[in-house]
């Protein structure tokens, strides 16, 4: 296993150890990855602590090595968001743009919005559902444990 082929709960416990930015325990990880036993939590930190990323201190604590980029996703901070997501909100932040300009020429009548830029407009929204569609089950990989989580909550 390389870092790019990080995945499922191993690299849930990886992306806990980043947020964490300090080091924790084998219990800490498996209430903060959400595992169902320290024997499992402890698997996973010994993957991570094999392929380099990881390292145990004297206190027996992990604590971060190396921060990897991981196929698929992008480190804002110290989140980890799918990739065609962050697209997503970079082409949401050009689509506010445009509309801001579409409404300024409302108020300012000099200012005239030619049909490319309508056309503009509306192909940028398509390309912002588009990013965020293809970036939801990435996220709900990441996230499977949570999301399920919050939807016993609302039940």
Same mark, same amino acid.
């Given at each position: 296993m390389t870092a790019n082929e990080l995945e499922g709960n191993t690299l849930n416990v990886y992306v806990y150890i980043v947020r964490a930015g300090e080091p924790v325990g084998?219990?800490?990880?498996?209430?903060? %990855?959400?595992?169902?036993?320290?024997?499992?939590?402890?698997?996973?930190?010994?993957?991570?602590?094999?392929?380099?990323?990881?390292?145990?201190?004297?206190?027996?604590?992990?604590?971060l090595k190396q921060?990897?980029?991981?196929?698929?996703?992008?480190?804002?901070?110290n989140y980890l968001m799918p990739r065609l997501m962050f697209y997503s909100f970079f082409f949401l932040g %050009?689509? %506010?743009?445009?509309v801001s300009m579409i409404l300024l020429s409302l108020v300012?009548?000099?200012?005239?919005?030619?049909t490319s830029f309508w056309f503009l407009t509306v192909m940028n929204f398509v390309v912002v559902i588009m990013f965020f569609i293809e970036?939801?089950?990435?996220?709900?990989?990441l996230n499977n444990k949570r999301v399920r989580q919050d939807y016993r909550d609302v039940e």
């Open positions: 084998t219990r800490d990880v498996t209430r903060g %990855a959400e595992l169902s036993s320290t024997s499992v939590a402890y698997r996973h930190l010994q993957k991570l602590e094999n392929l380099g990323l990881i390292e145990k201190n004297s206190y027996g604590n992990y604590l921060k990897v980029n991981i196929s698929g996703y992008v480190w804002v901070g %050009a689509f %506010a743009a445009e300012i009548k000099s200012l005239v919005v030619e970036g939801l089950p990435l996220y709900r990989k």
